[in-house]
Every structure is written in structure tokens, then in C-alpha cells.
T-cell receptor, first 114, second 112 residues
Framework: EADIYQTPRYLVIGTGKKITLECSQT?????MYWYQQDPGMELHLIHY???????EKGDLSSESTVSRIRTEHFPLTLESARPSHTSQYLC?????????????FGSGTRLTVV | SQQGEEDPQALSIQEGENATMNCSYK?????LQWYRQNSGRGLVHLIL?????REKHSGRLRVTLDTSKKSSSLLITASRAADTASYFC????????????FGTGTRLLVSP
């Protein structure tokens, strides 16, 4: 069973609302990532972090922001949701060095903005 | 830009048959990984092969890597209905920072 948790699992929200997607992991991983995936499509990296107080933008431009105040927590925030933000958001984490064995993914948050 | 492309985009087979999926990538890599995604869920890590390895096995999975052709293949032997999922290859480019770039995925359907 995955040790990385995303909430909520599904979210339907109106345009203009502020939302925060939660992601927490219990593995002590330093590296965490957010990917965006439209149904049946590839994943696009939107944010990543190599540790506390470290955040970087990914390859796909996103209007969202992230924070990394604690190792285990990597929330993603949209200040003003729009229908174009409708997608699935996947959080992942990875260990360092000899602990690296690929990514562990959460179950995802499917966001619909109406 | 997209790093990996999988081929075929979709594959439909009967239980017991073997399934082969191919992945091509563009840059040099430290490692290549394969993941499975069940419908609407997160991805599950299947296997990692390093750039100095040519073949790796894990249960019914066999992965090959040809760095000269920048390609990899995933073979699932004796497939089961439970293997029905999308399969993605992912590479870390050559940044050394373990930022994975995912391919377009192969949708596998295994019929009983």
C-alpha cells in the first residue's frame, strides 16, 4: 500500500475559487513532485521540490503554486480556479541515493472546475 | 519537449499471451523506468534499468535497454486480465536530478 496520500480524491469547484490539493508522505523522502495528467494522456511535471524550503517549476507552465515547509507535506494551491485547470493532479515522492527506487505516486486528485 | 514515446498506443491480447511494449527516448539517460497505471489511479513503479544494464527481470516482466538506439522494451509474459492497464516508460534525461519525463503510454487490454 502506498505511503503517499492525496486529498481530496475528487473535487468539483466553481470558477474563481481558491483550492489547495494536499499531498503527504510518510517515507521521509526528500524529493517530491506534482504532475498534471489529462485523461488517457501523458504526465507533465508542473512542480518539484528537493527538500524543505526548496521548490521549482516544472516543464509545463502552471498557474498553481506549491510550498514545502515540512518534509512530509507538499500542497499545491490554485488561487483562482478556471475550467482550463480541469485535470488529474498526481503527487509523487522519491528517496535519495541508495534509497532511490523510482517514484511512489499517490492516487491522484481529479479536479473539475465548472 | 516530450522525452519518451511508446509503441503501440494500444494493445489488445488474450490471457496467456505475451505483451510487448516499446519506448523510444531522445536524450542520454541515467536510468529508464516502467510504470503501470490502472484507470484513473496513480502510477505504480514496476522496474528500473540503469544505463549500463541491457536486460532486467522481475517476475513476469522483462525489460531490455538499448542505449545506442535510445529504446527500451517491456515484455509481460503469460498475461492476465489483471494486467489490463496503461504502461508508461520514464527517463531522467541526463540532469542527474531525478526529474522523470514520462512517455505517452501504451494501453493494454487483456481479455479472459
Amino acid at each position: 500500500e502506498a505511503d503517499i496520500y492525496q486529498t481530496p480524491r475528487y473535487l468539483v469547484i466553481g470558477t474563481g475559487k481558491k483550492i489547495t490539493l494536499e499531498c503527504s508522505q510518510t517515507m521521509g523522502h526528500d524529493k517530491m513532485y506534482w504532475y498534471q495528467q489529462d485523461p488517457g494522456m501523458e504526465l507533465h511535471l508542473i512542480h518539484y521540490s528537493y527538500g524543505v524550503n526548496s521548490t521549482e517549476k516544472g516543464d509545463l507552465s502552471s498557474e498553481s503554486t506549491v510550498s514545502r515547509i515540512r518534509t512530509e507535506h507538499f500542497p499545491l494551491t490554485l488561487e483562482s480556479a478556471r475550467p482550463s485547470h480541469t485535470s488529474q493532479y498526481l503527487c509523487a515522492s522519491a528517496g535519495q541515493g541508495r534509497r532511490y527506487g523510482g517514484y511512489t505516486f499517490g492516487s491522484g486528485t481529479r479536479l473539475t472546475v465548472v | 519537449s516530450q522525452q519518451g514515446e511508446e509503441d503501440p498506443q494500444a494493445l489488445s491480447i488474450q490471457e496467456g499471451e505475451n505483451a510487448t511494449m516499446n519506448c523510444s527516448y531522445k536524450t542520454s539517460i541515467n536510468n529508464l523506468q516502467w510504470y503501470r497505471q490502472n484507470s484513473g489511479r496513480g502510477l505504480v513503479h514496476l522496474i528500473l534499468i540503469r544505463s549500463n544494464e541491457r536486460e532486467k527481470h522481475s517476475g513476469r516482466l522483462r525489460v531490455t535497454l538499448d542505449t545506442s538506439k535510445k529504446s527500451s522494451s517491456l515484455l509481460i509474459t503469460a498475461s492476465r486480465a489483471a494486467d489490463t492497464a496503461s504502461y508508461f516508460c520514464a527517463t531522467d534525461g541526463d540532469t542527474g536530478f531525478q526529474k522523470l519525463v514520462f512517455g505517452t503510454g501504451t494501453r493494454l487490454l487483456v481479455s479472459p
